[in-house]
């Protein structure tokens, strides 16, 4: 019984670990970066996945930078990111996001609709599908040093309003500054 008792312990710590993600930083770390983010849009004639979304994405042209990962939840008709256009767009968001500190880190995406996240070379977020502006699930994850991170962001917007965000903080997620993001 204690041996079964030990098992089930040590399945479950193994299971607790197995989903905290080391994040790997940028090597060598990028120097002059721009701020913001780049961006490469793709206007399909509709859009429900994020399967479709990349797809869509072989046909993406460059964008005007964005200033970060802060968008707030858009008035209907008003333009998602930096795109010109209100709806049924696809983006592509790549640079770097900067962590002061090393540590445990809780991240999350808020959005609508779609968005996948790549940080450090760890998928972060997929949080598929349409839905009105909301939180991802969170995801732990382990900042080994300060410095930059390769960021990849694919999202897409279908109809009304548009949100991103991206949230990063040691106990639990917090806005990041445009301050934090850069590219090349």
């Known amino acids: 019984m204690r041996l079964v008792a030990l098992l089930l312990c040590f399945f479950v710590s193994s299971q607790a670990l197995a989903g905290t993600l080391t994040l790997q930083p940028a090597n060598p770390q990028p120097t002059g970066l721009k701020s913001g983010l780049a961006v490469e849009y793709a206007f399909p004639p509709d859009v429900k996945t994020l399967g479709q979304a990349e797809r869509d994405l072989r046909r993406a042209k460059p964008g005007k930078p964005l200033s970060g990962l802060d968008y707030r939840d858009t008035e209907e008709g008003e333009p998602t990111l930096t795109s010109g256009r209100a709806e049924k767009v696809v983006a592509r968001i790549t640079g770097y996001v900067k962590f002061d500190s090393p540590g445990d880190y ?9 968005v996948k996240a790549n940080v450090g070379g760890q998928e972060v977020v997929f949080f598929d599908g349409r839905h009105t502006c909301q939180e991802s699930a969170p995801q732990r994850v382990i900042v080994p040093e300060a410095g930059w991170y390769p960021i990849e962001v694919v999202y897409f917007q279908r109809y009304k309003t548009a949100c991103l965000h991206m949230r990063a903080g040691k106990d ?8 934090a993001f850069g590219y090349k």
Do not use: K, L, Q
Not at 106 to 114: K, L, Q, R
């Open 172 to 179: 639990e997620p917090d806005w990041m500054p445009n301050s």
């Open 106 to 114: 809780v991240i999350d995406f808020v959005s609508n609709d779609g």
